[in-house]
């Protein structure tokens, strides 16, 4: 839906409903947190808050590079298995060196892995779709190739 439709549906709704339009995801999310902090005891507490902040970091963090992409009018679906490809290259680097080192090791991956994209995307001209869901399949494989999994395809 392009905005001028979106603007154009908005005309008919109600002054008090244009706002309630424009909340979009925080309105559910505060229905959600309200609901769970009503039924749940231990949902308002600070260790459960602090784990759940925790343990979506890392999506939290992918989906705001994803988000980047999509405002800019790519995709990228190698982002999955580059974040797969990194977290198995740098738990092989950490059993024989530092962490921090195999923290940058992973890192580096994942860079040079978005320039791979980035030069296949800009200079060779491939379509994002295309050319990320190669990265992703060419990614994915050679994870689990690193972690001895087999592959079914």
Do not use: E
């Not at 005309?11 to 979009?24: F, H, I, M, Q, T």
């Not at 994942?110 to 990614?139: D, E, P, Q, R, Y």
């Amino acid at each position: 839906m392009s905005t001028d439709t979106a603007k154009s549906w908005n005309r008919y709704l109600p002054p008090a409903l244009r706002s309630w339009r424009n909340a979009g995801i925080i309105l559910p999310f505060a229905i959600l947190f309200v609901t769970l902090s009503i039924t749940s005891g231990p949902f308002l507490r600070k260790t459960n808050l602090l784990n759940i902040l925790d343990q979506q970091s890392a999506i939290l963090i992918i989906a705001a590079a994803g988000a980047l992409i999509l405002v800019s009018g790519a995709i990228d679906l190698s982002v999955g298995a580059t974040y797969a490809l990194a977290g198995c290259v740098s738990a092989q680097y950490a059993i024989k060196h530092s962490v921090l080192s195999a923290v940058i090791v992973g890192l580096i991956l994942g860079l040079l892995v978005g320039i791979v994209n980035g030069i296949i995307v800009a200079i060779f001209k491939i379509n994002s779709l295309i050319a990320t869901l190669a990265m992703f399949l060419l990614s994915a494989d050679w994870a689990q190739r690193l972690q001895k999994v087999i592959s079914l395809c």
